[in-house]
């Protein structure tokens, strides 16, 4: 790391090892920043949609229609910032027949970020934002995967770095701070994450805790998709989002050269107010779209329903293809209680209804997708 790429202090300090390589100790998280016109507006714009957003999961009359799809798009898509190639129909197909996942496969991955995420709702209303949590969200998300060898459930007891592929400690874009830096630098994070003062806004305090958390970067691997895991379990935690709706990945995704020049602004220019912008603008617009492709969703459902009219096992089975659109003749049997004959006379009435299709061609292992509500559920950020 080039220390002469360091021009500002006021985010932290660059510090010579006695390794001989330099890394950043950041400075510990502010609590107090200055506001502009164009800050406060967006503040504003962000805060309204992410209201909008958390009012639908505290409404609706079945939130797992939404739930499911915003929790799986968000785990597609942070996974993929960091390199796999795994899409959202993969891990579908996954979770409706495993065995049909190659060992090695993205889609596991993706699963333990699911997993991760879900342990930390679990447990956010007895455990804190802190190390206890955090390391078994890390254990889940790395087990069995690419990085299980990399101390899954523990910090770093070794310098790690970030930087293209072949760079070493010396010639890294950036150094986090050495493990005897880090543990002080974790408790000012854990400090600031639990700061309850009201001191700064809450999507203010959740883009600061996520960048500073970046910069800390306390695990050999995974740093990233933890650090996105916790800008959620955040917004839930302060009642700020009622249901894991939103999908920030997706809009990191599409910014990502962005989102990893800010973050690096941060450290060597001092530069916040940038990264606030794009995160602002990034819950505004992810809420905004989710609160799009939410409606459309129960209008898809109500369509659908209409057309069903009142065959009561067929809107049973609806209603489960809006968590998951593929489903088997076993998957739906099981979901309906029901034999194999009148699970694929169900899965008639919906092909029928031409919300079903089959998927694969064949007269064995088939399988059929709802395209209308994959097509939503995929959609791109509006």
């Not at 249901?243 to 450290?267: F, G, T």
């Not at 990034?282 to 209409?306: H, L």
Request: with cysteine; net charge positive; proline share 7%.
């Amino acid at each position: 790391m080039d220390p002469k790429l360091f021009h500002s202090s006021a985010t932290g300090r660059v510090v010579k090892t006695v390794a001989g390589f330099w890394a950043f100790i950041p400075a510990a998280p502010p609590t107090v920043i200055e506001y502009d016109t164009k800050l406060v507006s967006l503040l504003s714009q962000a805060d309204a949609a992410l209201s909008e957003l958390s009012g639908l999961g505290r409404i609706m009359p079945n939130p797992d229609l939404l739930i499911a799809p915003y929790v799986r798009r968000e785990a597609v898509a942070s996974s993929r910032i960091e390199g796999t190639r795994a899409d959202l129909s993969d891990l579908l197909l996954d979770e409706i027949e495993p065995t049909r996942t190659p060992r090695g496969s993205d889609v596991y991955e993706i699963r333990n970020y699911v997993a991760a995420l879900n342990l930390g709702i679990r447990r956010l209303p007895k455990l804190p934002l802190a190390g206890r949590l955090i390391k078994q969200m890390h254990a889940v998300l790395l087990a069995g995967v690419r990085g299980e060898h990399l101390a899954p459930g523990e910090y770093r007891r070794t310098p790690n770095w970030i930087g293209p592929p072949g760079s070493t400690l010396l010639t890294a874009s950036y150094v986090p701070p050495p493990p005897t830096e880090m543990h002080e630098c974790l408790k000012d994070w854990e400090q600031f994450a639990n700061d309850r003062s009201g001191k700064l806004p809450d999507l203010i305090q959740v883009a600061i805790l996520h960048e500073h958390f970046e910069s800390i970067h306390p695990f050999l691997d995974g740093n990233g998709r933890i650090g996105r895991l916790l800008i959620t379990l955040f917004l839930m935690e302060r009642d700020r989002l009622s249901k894991p709706l939103l999908y920030l990945s997706s809009y990191i995704e599409s910014h990502k050269s962005e989102y990893y020049e800010l973050l690096q602004r941060i450290r060597t220019d001092g530069d916040l107010r940038s990264w606030l912008l794009y995160f602002l603008t990034a819950v505004r617009d992810t809420a905004r779209s989710a609160i799009k492709q939410s409606q459309t969703i129960f209008e898809v459902r109500e369509r659908y329903r209409a057309k069903l009219d009142k065959r009561h096992r067929a809107l049973s089975l609806l209603d489960a293809l809006f968590v998951n659109p593929y489903t088997t003749v076993a998957r739906a049997a099981s979901t309906l209680g029901v034999t194999s004959p009148t699970a694929q006379k169900t899965i008639d009435q919906l092909v029928e209804a031409k919300m079903l299709r089959e998927a694969t061609g064949r007269e064995w292992g088939r399988y059929w997708l709802a395209q209308p509500i994959l097509d939503v559920v995929n959609s791109p950020l509006s």
